[in-house]
């Protein structure tokens, strides 16, 4: 069944002209409401994705634990980050941000011992209480004191 474009009056699919105004119709499938279902091939496969598996709080807990441990935890953040390459992404890039924050840590202390013991030291030796404060450890008074009472 076909429409005419004219005055949408319904006429048959052997009519070349409209029943009700005589236009002449359109000769091909681009009628509305008609249209001739095309095959479309199968876009692919979709890939399959391993899913990550989820890390529970126990075992955040853990993880945590181990880098209270001097030393340990240092070797701990660099096999975590480029050790084992079937742990999971998020895990790896958490330990590998761990890292650089240890990094900012060492920096910023070797800055603040740079720069607070010469101040210390400089305020200590300049100053009347320094100089006490010096002097003390020279005579030993700090230490018999401490053993006297």
């Known amino acids: 069944m076909r429409i005419c474009p004219h005055c949408k009056a319904a006429c048959s699919d052997s009519d070349r002209f409209c ?8 000769e091909g499938s681009n009628q509305e409401g008609a249209q001739i ?4 091939p199968p876009s692919g496969y979709a890939q399959y994705q ?8 126990g075992r955040w807990l853990l ?14 953040l660099f096999v975590w980050s480029f050790g084992n390459s079937e742990k999971n992404q998020t895990f790896r890039n958490w330990a590998k ?19 607070l013991v010469p101040i210390i030291i ?3 030796s300049s100053s009347e209480v320094g100089n006490e404060f010096w002097r003390g450890f020279e005579e030993g008074y700090y230490y018999y004191n401490s053993f006297n009472g």
Do not use: D
């Open 63 to 76: 993880y945590q634990i181990v880098l209270l441990i001097p030393i340990a935890n240092i070797v701990m």
């Open 50 to 57: 391993k899913e990550e598996e989820t890390i529970g709080i």
């Open 122 to 124: 400089s305020a200590a």
């Open 19 to 26: 029943m009700k105004c005589g236009e002449p119709l359109p």
């Open 37 to 40: 279902p095309v095959y479309q």
């Open 97 to 115: 941000s761990r890292l650089i924050f240890l990094l900012i840590e060492v920096v910023f202390s070797i800055l603040l011992v740079a720069v």
